[in-house]
Every structure is written in structure tokens, then in C-alpha cells.
């Protein structure tokens, strides 16, 4: 776009056109579809209406429309008639171009988002979609992060063919397999939300090329992207649906994901990429050009992100398509969580407004946000606003959680380098940090201040950087080893495949050390089986045969998934564990460094603990004793005597019971009358619970 035509902004502008109604885009009627444009700076604006063949895959001119400017750069037209099903776009001039451009405020489009749609959202509603809800809060929130193509490209998956990639595949309750897949899987483990990367309309796939799902089109079937290129924030991506012409079947295709979800018992978290847009030339800034994204004083683009065209947070018009973008996922698709990719890049201001909006129109508390606290660079931040950054967690409303990289990289190593170590793989002088991350960093000395527990999100892995597994297993090789295995062939990569016992006790360690962390579990799917892409360490448009999740891994590694699965149960079972009050890190005491790797510590693992514990359960268990050892010696650890408010007398040493240790979660093992002292085996964990 011709930089002539870009706006000066200042808070000036503003004052003069920020438009705070929630009406722009279409609002649809049977008789009559008024059309709302913001576009302060345009000269004329014109409504073009086609209708789409179905068999020729092109759309056709039906009317054209003269828009009328209203205040604050409102540009509006109304048309008679019932247009359910007709497509359209906009033609707007400046003083020295002509541009076209969809409609940044539509919820519906067509293949590649390049026409919008009007709809009738109600007809795209499944049957009973009007009674789907979430399922009742749980103790704790488990998250589980999972790619729509991922979760079913595998033909193991037992999805049929036409569905194995798409939106319906979460839909098939009973998969055609020889063990539990897909949704029947996920019910099996335990998790309570499904954390689902980008499924917005986005810009980095051809959808026209996935037309036939489960052909034998290996092109076809082996494109793939993570999706943080948004084009339509408020359509669903159309590379999911099994039409992805017209554009009310993928509308409908995804409500009947979300319905599949919560039939199952799952909260469902939407991945949200608003810090930048796919391209400089925007429907958002074709339609207000030079408003939308970031410039450094020079007129350059912002490039925090690392993706460019930062969105400019905390400019009214940017900010209040954001809030209304989320409360309509919200509300016409019942999305019950947010993840924010890059919130760095937002300002404190704003999250603390999503924060307030969602808790006002759907519940306090109801809607999960959290979101990565870190930008990939500088960005020009609007005067007065605050980046929403980890060193910035004050500023934050305690409903909001931030990924904890310190507790990441203090388990198992820096992200970014392949050979780099933790506290399961021996890294060393690192006790003390992760005493830290199991209060979810609430007594540390880092750059990181939250003000509970409830501001943090406990991880090791993600779709980002390398597996868990493909991470431990490179950890323990050399520098030549992991070389040779990067650039090598497949055979030299079927390293990754390799069930060692040394991997298999550091990935249970890692996940036995982070359920124990307070603050939200959140795991990456497949990282229960060992999941591995090979080593390729940014998988973002990796062939789908990298990146989907392999289902006959669930079965090779059948006891780790019970591992994580045990895990699972027994957190919930734990107040000491899941409160996230402000004072739930006072329950953790008499922490001590037994040695290099080795570490102990006692948790109040009481319902009441303190006056703000609301909504706990009570527990049998009234003391954790937990221990790691991830030094390459067994150890033996002498046992804390404990008194509770309840007993009298000092506890005797044989009323501890195993809950779990290197082999075994969720179990309950009394030891032996009279034992003292107990053996902890190298690079494993227990958890002791006390009545």
C-alpha cells in the first residue's frame, strides 16, 4: 500500500473517531443485512454482493451499494432482502488509491478468506448447540495442548479418511482402532481442557488444496502449519472443514468440535494470535491504513513478533477489536479459554480489560486466559501502557497466567540449545531454583513476581522447540552425537524412536517434578508416549508426518502414559498442589538440598489452609513429603517427623504412605512399620502422604 495514504496517529485520532459499538461487520436479518465498515480516512466506500457456484469454485458480481459515512469513521449500508449465503467485500478509495478488501469485522468468509460472507449463524448451529455448555469446573485445570491436523492425520487413528485432519474428526466418539484414540483417548487420560492451536481463519495454508481430506493427494495431505498467520480473526479456518468453499460448513464443522469436547467432559482453550497479522496489507489495515500495526518513528514496520506487522496494542480501535473478538469466540462458539501467542506484545491495560469483560458477561472465572509473557523483539509500545511482560506479572490481574520458562528451563534445560541441561539431566547448582518453581515462584529472587500461584503456568513442553522426548534424548549425547543426529538421515534419526530406560526415567522425573509445581499444568500432546518429530526443533510447516501425533506411541510407551495418567488423578486429589491462592505457598516448608540434584520438601496438604482456599476438597492425606532425586546415585532420605492441628502426638514414621515414585502414580504403598529412612533410586521422584 502507498505509504502516502497512512494516517498519522496520535491520541488526537482517537478522540475524533474511536467507535466503541459492538456493530460493526454484518448484522444479519431474513429481511434485511445492514453492513458497518470502520474507515476513517476513506473518501467512498462501496459494497460489492456476489454469489459462489458451487461447480465453477467462483463467485459471480450480484449488486453493488453506495455506503454512507456516519460519525467517528463509520461507513454503513442496508440491504433488503434475505442475503444468507451471499458474499461480499468492499471497495474503498483514499485521495491517491483504490484498494479492495474483506471485511476485518466478518464472521464468515469464503475458501482463503478473500470474500466475506453473510450468514445466518443460527442455521450453522449442530442440533442442541443451544443447550452445549462446558462441563462444571474441576479441581484443578490440566491443560493439553493439541493441533486440529495433528490430533488425527495418523491412520492409525482409526478416523476415517474423509475426516482425519478436520474439525470432525473430534466427533467420532468410538475411532475404528485396536486401542483408545482421539476424543475417546483424551477422555481415558484425564485432562480437564484442550488447549487447541490457531483455528481462525489464517493465511499460511491453501485450503483449496485440502478440498479432498484422506486423498491419496500426498501433497495435499502433507501440508501443514501451526497457524499463527491470522487473516479473519473471526472465522474459522477453512483448511479444517471438509468444504472449505462454503463458508457456513466450517462455522458449523467447528461447533461441533467444541459440542464433541465438552460432551466429553473437556473445557476447550482457543490459541489466539493478536500481537500481528499475516500480512502488512491487512484487511485491518487495507480498511484504516497506518492505524492497525506498530511503526518505529521512521515509518518502518514493528517487527516484535519476529513475523512483522505487530498489531498496536493499546490504540482504542485496536484494543476493542480485540475484547470483541474474544467475547464473540466466546459466546457463539462457547470457547471457554484463551492462549495468548506473543502477549508481550499486548499491554497490561488491555488484559486486565479482557480480564474484566469475560468475567462480566460469562462468569468470574470462568473463562481461562493465559499467555506466553515475552515478545521475539522490540516494539514501539503506545505512551503510558505497560507490555505485558513476565517483569510486568504485578501489573496483571491474578486471573491471568503467564508460561513459566524459568520453571522449563530449570527442569530440563534451556529450549534453544540441544546439549543444554537441568536439574533431571545434570545440570548442577540448580536446587535452590527449582525449590522456587514449585512454590510457582512466589519466593525467588528472578525477574518474575507473581501474585499467586494462579499466575503461573507449569510446563516443560510445547509445539515449540524440541519434543520433551527428542529434548532429553539429545541432552544426554555429545556435541558430535547430537550433529551427526540433526543432519543425518532417517536411519541416524530413529535415535528419537528408541525407548531407552535413561530417557524414559528423565521424561518421568521431569513430569513427576512438574505436577508437583503449584500454579496450572499444561503439557503438550504426545508428550505422555514419548513424542518425538525427529528433532526437528521448529516444526511450524513441517510435512503433517512430522508433526502429527503417532498413535501406535501411545501403545510402545504404554507406561508412561499411565505414568502421566496416574499424575493426573492425583493432583486433583491434592489441595496442596492445585490452590491457587496468594498464601498457598506458605504450605511449603522445610525445604532442603540434600546434595547435587537431590532435594525434599513438606506440603499442608489441608483443605482450609487458609481463609481464601475456597472450593477445596478435603484430602486424606493431611501431609506430602516430596522428594527428587535426579543425581545418578540411589539415595536414602530420612523421613520428617510431622504434627497437624489435628493429633496430638508426633506421627510415627509408618504411617507414611507411597502416592507415587519412579514406576507407580496414584497408588497408595504404606511402608513398613518402624522404617526410618527411604531409598529414593537415581533420576526418579517420590510423593509421601501422611493421614
Given at each position: 500500500?502507498?505509504?502516502?495514504?497512512?494516517?498519522?496517529?496520535?491520541?488526537d485520532?482517537?478522540n475524533?473517531?474511536a467507535?466503541?459499538?459492538?456493530?460493526?461487520?454484518?448484522?444479519?436479518?431474513?429481511?434485511q443485512?445492514?453492513?458497518?465498515?470502520?474507515?476513517p480516512?476513506?473518501?467512498?466506500?462501496?459494497?460489492?454482493?456476489?454469489?459462489?457456484?458451487?461447480?465453477g469454485?467462483?463467485y459471480?458480481?450480484?449488486?453493488?451499494?453506495s455506503m454512507?459515512k456516519s460519525d467517528?469513521?463509520v461507513?454503513y449500508a442496508e440491504?433488503?432482502?434475505?442475503?444468507?449465503?451471499?458474499y461480499?467485500d468492499?471497495e474503498?478509495h483514499?485521495?491517491?488509491?483504490?484498494?479492495?478488501?474483506?471485511?476485518?469485522y466478518?464472521?464468515?468468509?469464503?475458501c482463503?478468506?478473500t470474500?466475506?460472507?453473510?450468514v445466518?449463524?443460527r442455521r450453522?448451529d449442530p442440533?442442541?448447540f443451544?443447550?452445549d455448555?462446558?462441563?462444571?469446573q474441576?479441581?484443578?485445570?490440566?491443560?493439553y495442548?493439541?493441533?486440529?491436523?495433528?490430533?488425527?492425520?495418523d491412520?492409525?487413528?482409526?478416523i476415517?479418511g474423509?475426516?482425519?485432519?478436520?474439525?470432525?474428526?473430534?466427533?467420532i466418539?468410538n475411532?475404528q482402532?485396536d486401542?483408545p484414540?482421539?476424543?475417546?483417548?483424551?477422555?481415558?487420560l484425564?485432562?480437564t481442557?484442550i488447549?487447541?492451536?490457531?483455528?481462525?481463519?489464517?493465511?499460511s495454508?491453501d485450503?483449496?488444496s485440502t478440498?479432498?481430506?484422506?486423498?491419496?493427494?500426498?501433497?495435499?495431505?502433507?501440508s501443514?502449519?501451526?497457524?499463527?498467520?491470522?487473516?479473519?480473526?473471526?472465522?474459522?479456518?477453512?483448511?479444517y472443514a471438509t468444504?472449505?468453499?462454503d463458508?457456513a460448513?466450517?462455522i458449523?464443522?467447528?461447533k461441533?468440535?467444541?459440542?464433541a469436547?465438552?460432551?466429553?467432559?473437556?473445557?476447550?482453550v482457543m490459541?489466539?494470535?493478536y500481537?500481528h497479522?499475516?500480512?502488512a496489507?491487512s484487511?485491518?489495515e487495507?480498511?484504516?491504513?497506518g492505524?492497525?500495526c506498530r511503526?518505529?518513528?521512521?515509518?518502518?514496520?514493528?517487527n516484535g513478533?519476529g513475523c512483522?506487522?505487530?498489531?498496536a496494542?493499546?490504540?482504542v480501535?485496536?484494543?476493542?477489536y480485540?475484547?470483541h473478538?474474544?467475547k464473540y469466540?466466546?459466546?457463539?462458539?462457547?470457547?471457554?479459554?484463551?492462549?495468548?501467542?506473543?502477549?508481550?506484545?499486548?499491554t497490561?491495560e488491555?488484559?486486565?480489560?479482557?480480564?474484566?469483560e469475560?468475567d462480566?458477561?460469562f462468569g468470574?472465572?470462568?473463562i481461562?486466559l493465559?499467555?506466553?509473557?515475552?515478545?521475539?523483539?522490540?516494539?514501539p509500545?503506545?505512551?503510558?501502557?505497560?507490555?505485558?511482560?513476565?517483569?510486568?506479572l504485578p501489573?496483571l490481574?491474578?486471573?491471568i497466567?503467564v508460561?513459566s520458562d524459568?520453571?522449563?528451563?530449570?527442569?530440563?534445560?534451556d529450549?534453544f540449545?540441544p546439549q543444554?541441561?537441568?536439574f533431571v539431566n545434570?545440570?548442577?547448582?540448580?536446587?535452590?531454583?527449582?525449590l522456587q518453581?514449585v512454590?510457582?515462584?512466589?519466593n525467588?529472587?528472578?525477574?518474575?513476581?507473581p501474585?499467586s500461584c494462579?499466575q503461573?503456568?507449569?510446563?516443560?513442553?510445547t509445539?515449540?522447540?524440541f519434543?520433551?522426548?527428542?529434548?532429553?534424548?539429545?541432552?544426554v549425547?555429545?556435541?558430535e552425537?547430537?550433529?551427526?543426529?540433526?543432519?543425518?538421515?532417517h536411519?541416524e534419526?530413529?535415535t528419537f524412536?528408541r525407548?531407552t530406560?535413561?530417557?524414559?526415567?528423565?521424561?518421568?522425573?521431569?513430569?513427576l517434578?512438574?505436577?508437583?509445581?503449584?500454579?496450572?499444568?499444561?503439557?503438550?500432546?504426545g508428550?505422555?508416549?514419548?513424542?518425538?518429530?525427529?528433532?526437528?526443533?521448529n516444526?511450524?510447516?513441517?510435512?503433517?508426518?512430522?508433526?502429527?501425533?503417532?498413535?501406535q506411541?501411545?501403545q510402545?510407551?504404554?507406561d508412561?502414559?499411565?505414568?502421566y495418567?496416574?499424575?493426573?488423578?492425583l493432583?486433583?486429589t491434592?489441595?496442596?498442589?492445585?490452590?491457587?491462592?496468594?498464601e498457598?505457598y506458605?504450605?511449603?516448608?522445610?525445604?532442603?538440598?540434600?546434595?547435587?540434584g537431590?532435594?525434599s520438601?513438606?506440603i499442608?496438604n489441608?483443605e482450609?489452609?487458609?481463609?481464601?482456599?475456597?472450593?477445596?476438597?478435603a484430602?486424606?492425606w493431611k501431609t506430602?513429603?516430596?522428594?527428587?532425586?535426579a543425581?545418578?546415585?540411589?539415595v536414602?532420605?530420612?523421613?520428617?517427623?510431622?504434627?497437624?492441628?489435628d493429633?496430638s502426638?508426633?506421627?510415627?514414621?509408618n504411617?507414611?504412605t507411597?502416592?507415587?515414585n519412579g514406576t507407580?502414580?496414584?497408588?497408595?504403598?504404606?511402608?513398613?512399620?518402624?522404617?526410618?529412612d527411604?531409598?529414593?533410586?537415581?533420576k526418579?521422584?517420590i510423593?509421601?502422604g501422611q493421614e
Amino acid at each position: 500500500m502507498n505509504t502516502a495514504t497512512l494516517l498519522s496517529y496520535n491520541k488526537d485520532f482517537d478522540n475524533l473517531y474511536a467507535y466503541n459499538g459492538d456493530d460493526l461487520g454484518v448484522t444479519y436479518t431474513e429481511t434485511q443485512s445492514t453492513f458497518k465498515l470502520w474507515s476513517p480516512t476513506a473518501t467512498t466506500v462501496i459494497l460489492k454482493l456476489y454469489t459462489f457456484s458451487s461447480e465453477g469454485k467462483d463467485y459471480t458480481a450480484y449488486a453493488t451499494h453506495s455506503m454512507e459515512k456516519s460519525d467517528r469513521g463509520v461507513w454503513y449500508a442496508e440491504v433488503s432482502g434475505n442475503l444468507d449465503g451471499i458474499y461480499y467485500d468492499y471497495e474503498i478509495h483514499y485521495e491517491n488509491e483504490t484498494v479492495m478488501c474483506a471485511d476485518p469485522y466478518a464472521t464468515a468468509c469464503g475458501c482463503n478468506g478473500t470474500k466475506s460472507m453473510v450468514v445466518d449463524l443460527r442455521r450453522t448451529d449442530p442440533p442442541h448447540f443451544h443447550q452445549d455448555k462446558a462441563p462444571p469446573q474441576q479441581n484443578e485445570q490440566i491443560i493439553y495442548e493439541l493441533h486440529i491436523k495433528d490430533f488425527s492425520h495418523d491412520k492409525d487413528s482409526g478416523i476415517p479418511g474423509a475426516y482425519r485432519g478436520t474439525y470432525k474428526a473430534f466427533t467420532i466418539e468410538n475411532p475404528q482402532a485396536d486401542y483408545p484414540t482421539c476424543i475417546r483417548y483424551l477422555k481415558e487420560l484425564g485432562v480437564t481442557h484442550i488447549h487447541l492451536l490457531p483455528f481462525y481463519d489464517f493465511g499460511s495454508i491453501d485450503e483449496a488444496s485440502t478440498e479432498n481430506h484422506g486423498s491419496d493427494n500426498q501433497a495435499s495431505a502433507e501440508s501443514f502449519n501451526w497457524g499463527y498467520d491470522p487473516v479473519n480473526y473471526n472465522v474459522p479456518e477453512g483448511s479444517y472443514a471438509t468444504d472449505p468453499y462454503d463458508g457456513a460448513v466450517r462455522i458449523r464443522e467447528c461447533k461441533e468440535m467444541i459440542q464433541a469436547l465438552h460432551k466429553a467432559g473437556l473445557r476447550v482453550v482457543m490459541d489466539v494470535v493478536y500481537n500481528h497479522t499475516y500480512a502488512a496489507d491487512s484487511w485491518l489495515e487495507r480498511s484504516a491504513p497506518g492505524y492497525f500495526c506498530r511503526r518505529w518513528p521512521d515509518g518502518s514496520l514493528s517487527n516484535g513478533s519476529g513475523c512483522g506487522n505487530d498489531m498496536a496494542a493499546g490504540r482504542v480501535m485496536v484494543d476493542n477489536y480485540i475484547v470483541h473478538s474474544l467475547k464473540y469466540w466466546a459466546k457463539e462458539y462457547h470457547i471457554d479459554g484463551f492462549r495468548f501467542d506473543l502477549m508481550g506484545l499486548l499491554t497490561t491495560e488491555l488484559m486486565n480489560r479482557i480480564r474484566k469483560e469475560l468475567d462480566e458477561n460469562f462468569g468470574a472465572g470462568e473463562i481461562l486466559l493465559y499467555g506466553e509473557p515475552w515478545s521475539a523483539g522490540d516494539s514501539p509500545m503506545e505512551e503510558g501502557t505497560h507490555a505485558a511482560k513476565k517483569n510486568n506479572l504485578p501489573l496483571l490481574d491474578e486471573g491471568i497466567a503467564v508460561f513459566s520458562d524459568d520453571s522449563r528451563d530449570v527442569i530440563k534445560g534451556d529450549v534453544f540449545h540441544p546439549q543444554a541441561v537441568g536439574f533431571v539431566n545434570g545440570g548442577t547448582h540448580m536446587e535452590h531454583a527449582i525449590l522456587q518453581a514449585v512454590t510457582g515462584w512466589r519466593n525467588t529472587d528472578r525477574d518474575i513476581h507473581p501474585k499467586s500461584c494462579s499466575q503461573i503456568v507449569q510446563y516443560v513442553s510445547t509445539h515449540d522447540n524440541f519434543t520433551l522426548w527428542d529434548k532429553l534424548t539429545l541432552s544426554v549425547c555429545s556435541t558430535e552425537e547430537i550433529s551427526r543426529i540433526l543432519s543425518g538421515t532417517h536411519t541416524e534419526k530413529e535415535t528419537f524412536f528408541r525407548k531407552t530406560e535413561k530417557t524414559l526415567a528423565l521424561n518421568k522425573l521431569c513430569a513427576l517434578i512438574y505436577f508437583t509445581c503449584q500454579g496450572h499444568i499444561f503439557f503438550q500432546a504426545g508428550e505422555e508416549f514419548g513424542r518425538t518429530k525427529l528433532g526437528d526443533e521448529n516444526s511450524y510447516c513441517s510435512p503433517a508426518s512430522i508433526n502429527m501425533l503417532s498413535w501406535q506411541r501411545s501403545q510402545d510407551f504404554k507406561d508412561l502414559v499411565s505414568y502421566y495418567r496416574g499424575l493426573i488423578a492425583l493432583r486433583k486429589t491434592l489441595p496442596g498442589l492445585y490452590d491457587k491462592s496468594a498464601e498457598a505457598y506458605k504450605r511449603i516448608s522445610q525445604e532442603t538440598v540434600h546434595g547435587t540434584g537431590i532435594v525434599s520438601f513438606l506440603i499442608d496438604n489441608t483443605e482450609s489452609y487458609t481463609t481464601n482456599s475456597v472450593g477445596l476438597e478435603a484430602s486424606p492425606w493431611k501431609t506430602l513429603f516430596i522428594v527428587y532425586n535426579a543425581s545418578e546415585q540411589d539415595v536414602s532420605i530420612t523421613l520428617p517427623e510431622v504434627t497437624t492441628p489435628d493429633v496430638s502426638e508426633t506421627h510415627v514414621h509408618n504411617r507414611w504412605t507411597v502416592l507415587a515414585n519412579g514406576t507407580q502414580t496414584n497408588c497408595q504403598i504404606p511402608l513398613q512399620a518402624g522404617i526410618k529412612d527411604i531409598q529414593i533410586p537415581q533420576k526418579s521422584g517420590i510423593i509421601l502422604g501422611q493421614e
